[in-house]
């Protein structure tokens, strides 16, 4: 048998998933304006790539990005990005059902010709490389009947059949949590292997944090992130909850990042209609490595109060620089997240008071506040570092690439 590190040399991988080209730039070579060729985010297939460009993969990117009106190729010596075009009406997309995102996927991979395609998300990323007859690695990232259960609506009905087709069609699947693996068991009557490997997280941030000094040692910081205002993010809960803890302990402030946090928002205004604004600051959404910033210079807290997750990336990114965290002990893939209560302290978020208890616990006991962060540090370093997820990748692309032949 060939060495793993000898194989996975010679083989040509393909990520076809959303992703942040900005940091992704030192590894192309570049002859035109960059700044509309951001791509559509995806933290965790961007970090997979980021990785294995280190390790001296040959890695072709299948994106998609609604600020470019023609397709785009964008060149380095190992990688390769193909970006699509990514209509900005959601009627548009659903009305056939992304067929021209598909299609795009579909033509770019059969252009590049991987030796494999790990695609992320089991919706227009899985089938446009589904159709590509090529090997496909398919990362499934959330649960589709649960997301179609809180967001009942046409585009989500479109995405979820989607995700039928996608899931029936596929031989090679990982899972990013054992709930989503359940999931896909449960529902979609998925009978093939799933192999759960998580999201992964900078091996020299879990090292070295970014910047551990709090600026503020007379406050009690406590952080929420959350893309969007909804029910299924649980915040008007939160807000409830912090009101309750603000009254008892008046030095405390809760800071909102995300989309519908901003100043004058959804959240902020509902929160002074409901008179749960005090001590709140909306800050809305936030650069990525900005936000990482402030929660590690900042934050004492971190509570994420959503219903249900298919990870939590958020609660890795607080555990990473050693801020303790709160979760859900029933929201989807959240316990497992945090080593089932060894990295971080878990309730029912449904309870504005186990919320607000918690909090008090936190703020009252500094000791065993810094215990948890320091066990979520060092649970993080253990089990998220993406050296290792990468390399638990790199395994499955060999054994796909073996049972192919």
């Given at each position: 048998?060939?060495?793993?590190?000898?194989?996975?040399?010679?083989?040509?991988?393909g990520?076809?998933?959303?992703?942040?080209?900005?940091?992704?730039?030192?590894?192309?070579?570049?002859?035109?304006?960059?700044?509309?060729?951001q791509?559509?985010?995806?933290?965790?297939?961007?970090?997979?790539?980021?990785?294995?460009?280190?390790?001296?993969?040959?890695?072709?990117?299948?994106?998609?990005?609604?600020?470019?009106?023609?397709?785009?190729?964008?060149?380095?010596?190992?990688?390769?990005?193909?970006?699509?075009?990514?209509?900005?009406?959601?009627?548009d997309?659903?009305?056939?059902?992304?067929?021209?995102?598909?299609?795009?996927?579909?033509?770019?991979?059969?252009?590049?010709?991987?030796?494999?395609?790990?695609?992320?998300?089991?919706y227009?990323?899985a089938?446009?490389?589904?159709?590509a007859?090529?090997?496909?690695?398919?990362?499934a990232?959330?649960?589709?009947?649960?997301?179609?259960?809180?967001?009942?609506?046409?585009?989500?009905?479109?995405?979820?059949?989607?995700?039928?087709?996608?899931?029936?069609?596929?031989?090679?699947?990982t899972?990013?949590?054992?709930y989503?693996?359940?999931?896909?068991?449960?529902h979609?009557?998925?009978?093939?292997?799933?192999?759960?490997i998580?999201?992964?997280?900078?091996?020299?941030?879990?090292?070295?944090?970014?910047?551990?000094?709090?600026?503020?040692?007379?406050?009690?910081i406590?952080?929420?992130?959350?893309?969007?205002?909804?029910?299924?993010?649980?915040?008007?809960?939160l807000?409830?909850?912090?009101?309750?803890?603000h009254?008892?302990?008046?030095?405390?402030?809760?800071?909102?990042?995300?989309?519908?946090?901003?100043?004058?928002?959804?959240?902020?205004?509902?929160?002074?209609?409901?008179?749960?604004?005090?001590g709140?600051?909306?800050?809305?959404?936030?650069?990525?490595?900005?936000?990482?910033?402030?929660?590690?210079?900042?934050?004492?807290?971190?509570?994420?109060?959503?219903?249900?997750?298919?990870?939590?990336?958020i609660?890795?990114?607080?555990?990473?620089?050693?801020?303790?965290?709160?979760?859900?002990?029933?929201?989807?893939a959240?316990?497992?997240?945090?080593?089932?209560?060894?990295?971080?302290?878990?309730v029912?978020?449904?309870?504005?008071?186990?919320?607000?208890?918690?909090?008090?616990?936190l703020?009252?006991?500094?000791?065993?506040?810094?215990?948890?962060?320091?066990?979520?540090?060092?649970?993080?370093f253990?089990?998220?570092?993406?050296?290792?997820?990468?390399?638990?990748?790199?395994?499955?692309?060999?054994r796909?690439?073996?049972?192919?032949?």
């Amino acid at each position: 048998m060939i060495a793993k590190e000898e194989s996975m040399d010679d083989i040509h991988i393909g990520i076809a998933a959303p992703i942040d080209i900005s940091y992704l730039l030192g590894f192309l070579t570049l002859d035109s304006d960059i700044d509309i060729l951001q791509g559509m985010g995806g933290t965790a297939p961007t970090a997979i790539t980021l990785e294995l460009l280190k390790r001296g993969r040959k890695v072709s990117v299948f994106s998609l990005d609604p600020n470019i009106e023609t397709d785009q190729v964008l060149n380095g010596e190992n990688l390769t990005i193909y970006l699509g075009k990514f209509r900005k009406r959601g009627r548009d997309r659903t009305r056939d059902g992304f067929r021209a995102e598909r299609k795009f996927i579909t033509r770019a991979i059969k252009e590049a010709s991987p030796d494999i395609v790990n695609a992320h998300w089991t919706y227009e990323y899985a089938l446009g490389s589904l159709s590509a007859n090529v090997p496909v690695l398919v990362t499934a990232r959330d649960a589709p009947l649960r997301i179609l259960k809180f967001n009942l609506s046409v585009h989500w009905v479109i995405k979820f059949l989607m995700a039928c087709i996608a899931i029936h069609k596929t031989t090679y699947m990982t899972a990013v949590s054992p709930y989503i693996a359940e999931h896909l068991r449960k529902h979609f009557f998925f009978t093939k292997n799933i192999q759960i490997i998580p999201n992964g997280i900078d091996d020299n941030v879990l090292k070295n944090g970014i910047n551990n000094a709090k600026e503020n040692n007379k406050k009690v910081i406590f952080v929420s992130a959350a893309n969007g205002w909804s029910k299924h993010k649980n915040e008007k809960k939160l807000l409830t909850a912090f009101t309750f803890v603000h009254k008892s302990y008046p030095f405390t402030e809760l800071w909102m990042y995300g989309k519908g946090h901003e100043s004058g928002g959804m959240a902020d205004n509902w929160a002074r209609e409901n008179q749960v604004s005090n001590g709140v600051r909306f800050f809305g959404t936030t650069p990525h490595q900005i936000f990482l910033e402030q929660l590690s210079s900042s934050a004492d807290v971190l509570i994420h109060p959503s219903l249900e997750e298919s990870f939590g990336n958020i609660f890795v990114e607080a555990m990473s620089v050693g801020v303790p965290v709160i979760g859900g002990k029933f929201s989807g893939a959240v316990p497992s997240t945090l080593g089932y209560g060894k990295a971080g302290l878990l309730v029912d978020v449904e309870s504005e008071y186990e919320m607000a208890e918690a909090m008090k616990k936190l703020i009252e006991d500094k000791t065993y506040r810094e215990k948890l962060g320091a066990d979520g540090k060092k649970y993080a370093f253990q089990n998220y570092r993406i050296s290792k997820i990468v390399d638990q990748y790199e395994q499955e692309y060999s054994r796909v690439l073996r049972e192919c032949r």
